[in-house]
């Protein structure tokens, strides 16, 4: 079974999302990247970028497939983990610590039109998926 941190905010297309105040930390779940496998190039959007909810962040391509990363939450950029650029297999070995991949600076009414889950509620989605 993936891990799923309790501190963290899940989507239903398997990002994660730290919030600490007007930033945010984005990056795939476990879950997401046990179903990628190996991941062999991540493309990430330029810093100053404004994103909308839903809009595509980046791409991940992995040996199975290539899959388009989506803002959970709209802000702008304000970094992005240029140690993937590199090295993308920090997305499997530390998927929710060095495998992170963008972070936004956002308002408080975009957290709040964010549509995201608790880790309970994500742990049920996935297993849901998986029968």
Do not use: C
């Not at 709209?74 to 992170?100: C, F, H, K, M, R």
Request: net charge negative; no cysteine; hydrophobic share 40%.
């Amino acid at each position: 079974m993936a891990f799923t941190p309790q501190e963290l905010s899940y989507t239903k297309s398997h990002e994660w999302v730290r919030i600490e105040g007007d930033q945010v930390t984005i990056g795939i779940t476990d879950y997401a990247q046990v179903q990628l496998g190996d991941v062999v190039f991540v493309e990430l959007p330029e810093v100053g970028r404004k994103l909308e909810v839903e809009d595509t962040l980046g791409t991940i391509e992995s040996v199975k497939a290539a899959s388009d990363i989506f803002a959970p939450i709209g802000g702008e950029v304000i970094e992005i983990n240029q140690a993937l650029l590199d090295e993308p297999e920090y997305v499997n070995t530390e998927p929710y610590s060095d495998g992170w991949m963008v972070r936004l600076r956002v308002t408080d009414q975009d957290i709040q039109n964010a549509a995201l889950m608790d880790a309970a509620t994500y742990d049920k989605y996935t297993s849901e998926l998986d029968h």
